[in-house]
Each structure stands twice: as structure tokens, then as C-alpha cells.
């Protein structure tokens, strides 16, 4: 087969190497380094299984500078460019996977299109009337950042919005390039496959908000949060999973999809989605009050991104804890190698850990790091089981 990557984000990534292995695949993004260094072995993403594959596994790869104007020559187009949360507007932003339609429409060709964006429900449905010759159906992702091509290989499940022969057709190309031969493809209608991204997405955040506040009332209580946590997660029915507690949810997927989810109830009787996200709001305000109790004259915040392994500081938890202590008057130092100006939102920027950590009479982790082993009377974190 002869496939088309559209966007190499994590997603797009983990796609492009994942069905590399047994077909022929052609990468292209708007940022053209990204596509040219993905080829030459260079992984565009912070994932350390595409680093892996990038250099010893023989992959069916090349790349294109321009939009392959000659797109009839692919049996498959996949989508897979950002849908950032347009807070105006209440939905997800989807001029990008618009854009990428006329571009094949234009071109009189009749690939299948599969999207991998994640949309609002519904979006599928009216896209297809817009674009009736193109054979447009949503495969879900279900990736955790910095894992992607793992989660690919290793799928919890494939869902198809689809119930064509292209559409088993795509699933039989996932599931011939993973790992588990034994994985579960579930096919739905367009609509059915968009919510249960959503939804699948909406419950994660409810868990980790619900350990948050769990852990929010062990504290005010002078509790010990680890063996409350411990004891309610043996009930097999709860299970020992996304149960460590943290600073809020944050990252690419889960406030996006939370709000959107949120936007597509309208006129439906609700109260759980809306309270995720209050919740999350509300945990930050919580540690931002805590550690101002503690008194602090310079705060260090270690890093930005949510987790190890990741490379994506938007929308992340530790910002929304750096506005609630700064607004209270706290100096905030960060030590973030990302990013390489000065300054982040008016605080310094220190590329020297060891400088870092001698400034900061109180550091800031959402996740523990061997790093810090050093100065961990000067830690405050609530990372109780050193995982995600």
C-alpha cells in the first residue's frame, strides 16, 4: 500500500513509522525539517521507541517539501494535523484538516482519507457532505505523549468509525503492524467513534482529578494520602492505575478534549464534565495556596512538561501553579531545557541545574526526577508513587 502522513506531530509520527514497516509511506508537514529529519533517521518527537525504530529497523520512509499534488498515487491519506480548542468558538479548531481536503479534492484523485485529528462529535457527518467524491472516516487515537509509537504497537484497542471495506481494510494495516496480534478492532459509525475519544479521554481526567482532590483532602486533614490511595485501588474494580497524584491534568489532549466534550452536551443534562474541569481549576488553586503557606522567598520550577519522556510544556499543570504563586508576590526561577530564551512568562530561565537548585529555596516538581535526589529537603511535589 501506498500511504500519505499528513502532520508529524506525535501522532502523525508514531503512524508514519508504525505503517512503514510493511507498506510505502510519504511524509509531509508545513514544517519541512520535520518531514527531511524524520527521513534521515531524526526523530521529530520526544519518544523513545521512535528513536529506536529511526535507527534499526529498515522502514519504508520518504518525505515530500510540497503538497503531493499527485495524490492519486495513495490508497490511503492520513491525517493527523493539530486541533487545538478555540476557546471563541467552543470547539476544536479544524481549519487544518479542511485545508488538507481541498488539497486532495483539488487534485481530481480519490484516496481513502482516514483522520486521526481529533474532532468534535459530529464533525465527521458534516465534513463528508462537504467533500462528497472522498471517502472520509475517523480512526481514534488513543496515544499518551511520549509513548506513541509504543501505544501503537501495542494498541489497547482499534476503532474504526467506519463500517466500508476500506475501512476494515485500514484496520487490518494497523493491526498487521502491531505487535498484539490479538487486539480488539471495534467498528462504529463516524459519530459513535468520535465520543468514544472524547468520552475515553473525559474519564481519564475524572480519574486523575478525582485522586487530586482525594490527595487535596488528605492534606488538609494532615492525612497520609499513599495508604488511603493504596487501600481504595486494591478494589479490583478501581484498579491500581492513574492514581498518582499531581498538580492538575495538563499536556496536548486532556483539556482540549474536556472542554470540547463539555461544548458538544449543550442542551444535555450534565454535571460530571463540567466538574472535571472545575475540579482541575480548583487543584491549582489548592497548591498554589499551600505553597504559599510555606513562605518562600524564590520558588524553582523543575521543568514544565508534564512528564519524562515528553517534550510539550502547553497548557501544562506547573504553569497554571506558577500564575497563582506569582500572583501572591513569590519570585519564580524555572529550570526548563526546552526552552532557550531568558525569560518565560516574565521569570528567568536557568540552563544551570546546579545554579538552579542553590537559588531556589523551595523547588516544584509534578514528577520526581533522580536530578533532585540532592535537595530533597527543598522539594515540594505531590508525586506519591514515582510514576505517571
Known sequence: MKILVIGLGYVGTANAILLSQNNDVTCFDLDNSKSNNLVKGISPIEDKEVSEYLSSKKLNLSSSNNFPIEVENFDYVVIATPTNYDIETNRFDTFS???SLENIQKSKSNPTVIIRST???GYITKIQKKFPNLEIIFVPEFLREGRALNDSLYPSRIVIGSHSKKGKEFARLLKDASKDKNVKIVYTNSTEAESSKLFSNAYLAMRVTFFNELDSFAMSRGLNTKEIIKSVSLDPRIGDFY????????GYCLPKDTKQLLANFDKVPQKIMEAIIESNSMRKDFIGSEISKLKPKIVGVYKLVMKEGSDNIRESSMQGIMKRIKAKGIKVIVYEPLIKEKEFFNSEVYQD?????KNADLILCNRSHPELNDVQNKI???DLFNQD
Open 380 to 382: 515540594f511535589t505531590r
Open 243 to 250: 492514581n498518582n497524584p499531581s498538580f492538575g491534568y495538563g
Open 353 to 357: 541545574l546546579e545554579l538552579f537548585k
Open 97 to 99: 484538516i479542511e485545508q
Open 119 to 121: 474532532v468534535p462529535v
